[in-house]
């Protein structure tokens, strides 16, 4: 029966919308297994590393981005032959910087209140600018991994103190491919372990020289990157490359949280996950479009 022109509806709108019919947001899927997969690789590990980049993956039969025929929306990509290119352009780069940035002066009282969260929510975000070099060394013990030695490299310092020497081993990488969005994502685990200075008379197989915006939440860091890399032997000189990664700050704790998930104990896993998992897609759909800065 048709209503009336004028009528008003005869259930009008509540004041308060619930989330769905049985009151509740179901799970994220792409969180979940972002999720899953986090506890079976880093299972029985020590000294986890636990980050997420934003970049491009690159379908290895082409050359180019990739794109998977039928797929329009976020996906989990496995089992595809893929690479992984993390840069971005600096224009990119500039903007993700200023909404940052933002985001740090409204936490900080500098805008005021904070726009999106009561007061009772508030919790400050703190920014840091780091210089550091890094230089890779061959495994004086083989197998797997490079020594990695960090040098604290700020040009107001006259002197580099070493920071930080580990073996940093490559665990395992999970891929996102968002093809809605400029940029597709990864997490990756790996295993820092620390250990002596090795031997650096034959000089460094790799030099990194990073200059570094850390911005520090409750969870995790928002590291904004220009790198410098540069290989033994190389002839022509390093390109810079704009890079972008979310970096758990305590994976053990973070991933402790994920075991209290799995034996039905009190936990915050799922709002853990969910989230650093849409920091990334923010920052994602904020980054602005790849355009060709030489124009």
Same mark, same amino acid.
């Given at each position: 029966m048709q209503a009336m022109p004028g009528a008003k509806p005869h259930h009008p709108m509540p004041g308060l919308l619930m989330k769905s019919f049985f009151g509740i947001t179901p799970r994220d899927e792409i969180s979940q297994v972002v999720g899953q997969w986090?506890? /079976?690789?880093?299972? =029985?590990?020590?000294?986890? /590393?636990?980050? @997420? #980049? @934003?970049?491009?993956?690159?379908? #290895?039969? *082409?050359?180019?981005?990739? +794109?998977?025929?039928?797929? =329009? *929306?976020?996906v989990v990509v496995q089992d595809l032959d893929v690479a992984f290119r993390s840069e971005m352009t600096m224009r990119q780069h500039r903007r993700?910087?200023?909404? @940052?940035?933002?985001?740090? +002066?409204?936490?900080?009282?500098?805008?005021?209140?904070?726009?999106?969260?009561?007061?009772?929510?508030?919790?400050?975000?703190?920014?840091?600018?780091?210089y550091h070099t890094d230089t890779s060394y061959a495994n004086p013990r083989g197998g797997r991994g490079k020594v990695r030695v960090t040098r604290d490299t700020n040009p107001r310092s006259s002197s580099s103190p070493v920071v930080a020497v580990v073996q940093k081993e490559t665990v395992a990488s999970l891929h996102i491919h968002s093809p809605r969005e400029e940029f597709d994502w990864r997490v990756s685990v790996n295993v820092e372990n620390p250990t002596d200075m090795p031997d650096t008379s034959a000089?460094?197989?790799?030099?990194?020289?990073?200059?570094?915006?850390?911005?520090?939440?409750?969870?995790?860091?928002?590291? @904004?990157?220009?790198?410098?890399?540069?290989?033994?032997?190389?002839?022509?000189?390093?390109?810079?490359?704009?890079?972008? /990664?979310?970096?758990?700050?305590? +994976? +053990? /704790?973070?991933? *402790?949280? =994920?075991?209290?998930?799995? *034996?039905?104990?009190?936990?915050?896993?799922?709002d853990q996950l969910e989230c650093?998992?849409?920091?990334?897609?923010?920052?994602?759909?904020n980054a602005g479009p790849k355009v060709d800065e030489r124009r």
């Open positions: 986090l506890l /079976e690789v880093c299972r =029985g590990l020590q000294n986890v /590393e636990i980050e @997420l #980049k @934003l970049g491009t993956l690159i379908d #290895k039969r *082409t050359g180019q981005r990739l +794109a998977i025929r039928g797929v =329009g *929306t976020e993700l910087n200023h909404l @940052l940035n933002t985001e740090v +002066a409204n936490c900080s009282g500098q805008n005021g209140p904070h726009p999106h969260l009561p007061p009772h929510h508030y919790y400050p975000i703190t920014y840091q600018h780091i000089g460094p197989e790799m030099t990194r020289e990073k200059d570094r915006l850390t911005y520090r939440h409750q969870l995790f860091q928002v590291d @904004l990157t220009q790198v410098k890399a540069t290989k033994r032997g190389q002839q022509t000189p390093p390109q810079v490359i704009h890079e972008l /990664e979310i970096e758990i700050s305590s +994976a +053990a /704790e973070f991933l *402790t949280q =994920g075991h209290y998930f799995t *034996t039905n104990q009190p936990n915050v896993w799922e650093v998992v849409n920091t990334i897609r923010t920052l994602n759909r």
